[in-house]
């Protein structure tokens, strides 16, 4: 994996770092302004994006959605068998005290 060239800082888009000593004021110049795209050429290049979308098989989609399923479910057992000990554990404590 490649290291940051900059570490912590983030790079700014179409402006220049610069560095002057302390007391002195640098101006940095505004960005240039992007080529602007007409209505009818944003909604070919957005049509030409949309041709590049595979979508799931209908088969992938199941398997899938069965996943999202039994995952929900496990969970869903997960916390019930947690808070079901807690609440057993709350009343105990409280028990003592009474």
């Not at 994996?1 to 002195?24: E, I, V, Y």
């Not at 302004?33 to 590049?52: D, H, I, L, M």
């Amino acid at each position: 994996m490649a290291k940051a060239k900059n570490p912590g800082k983030r790079p700014q888009m179409g402006s220049k770092l610069q560095t002057a000593p302390a007391g002195q004021t640098i101006a940095v110049e505004a960005a240039e302004s992007k080529k602007k795209t007409s209505p009818a050429q944003f909604f070919s290049q957005v049509r030409a994006e949309g041709r590049k979308i595979v979508w799931p098989s209908r088969k992938e989609t199941w398997i899938t959605s069965v996943m999202v399923f039994i995952m929900v479910l496990i969970a869903a057992i997960f916390f019930w068998v947690v808070d079901t000990g807690l609440g057993f554990a709350f009343r105990y404590i409280i028990a003592l005290g009474s």
